[in-house]
């Protein structure tokens, strides 16, 4: 593996700044079935409030803003993505409905039983432990609340050049698995494109 597909690899686990940005941007645009696929089976309000982990440059939080008008929230590690999808979100950050921090999803630092709703976008990959991130959803999630969680499928991610370090591949079954040890009442799979990108639903 060369050092310059090790870097891309690297943007796309912690994106920083002008390889960083440009990532993301190309992630805006390839997965766009990603984002519709959440934006079309989420369940939320006005008043819901919504967690959105690994929020990149904030594009599916200023579409949820967009169509819903709930309270958002949003968790990256990564500095210049705070930069990028505050600046992406400054009409919801203004109206104080967009909340958004540095941090792990490992260790959340919100209350239990807070969002009416999680998501998660392509994140998976990168976090350190998958069950105590999973734990940690959960607990932040309300009774009856779901972890909208979109991935790759490890087949795909296994013929790509920069997915060869520092991401954590899974099988669908795997996600299930921790899904249960976690707590969560029912994890269910959806197709996006068969055989290349799928969501987990989480349901507390
Ligand atoms: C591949 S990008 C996806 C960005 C965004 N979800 C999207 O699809 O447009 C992965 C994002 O997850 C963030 N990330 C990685 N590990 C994380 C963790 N443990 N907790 C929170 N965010 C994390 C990265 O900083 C990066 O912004």
Known sequence: MSKFTEYIGAQFGNPNGFVGSC??????????RMYKQILSNIHVQENSKILDIGYGNGYLLKQLYKRYRPELFG??????????????????????????????????????????????IN??????????GLREIKRCLKT??????????KEWL?????????????????????????GFSEV????????????????K
């Open 23 to 32: 990532c993301c941007l190309l992630m805006n645009i390839i997965n766009h």
């Open 75 to 120: 968790i990256d590690i990564s500095e210049d993505m705070k930069l990028a999808a505050t600046a992406r979100n400054k009409q919801a950050v203004a109206a104080g409905k967009c909340h958004l921090s540095i941090g792990d999803c490992c260790d959340l630092s919100y209350d239990n039983d807070s969002f009416d709703a999680i998501t998660s």
């Open 123 to 132: 994140t998976v990959y990168f976090w350190r432990d998958t069950l105590q």
């Open 144 to 153: 009856g609340g779901t972890f909208y969680n979109v991935v790759y499928t």
């Open 158 to 182: 296994q013929s790509l050049a920069y997915t060869q370090k520092g991401f954590a591949l899974f099988e669908k079954e795997d996600l299930i698995a921790l899904g249960k040890e976690a």
């Open 188 to 203: 269910v799979i959806k197709d996006i494109k068969r055989g290349k990108s799928y969501m987990v639903l989480y349901t």
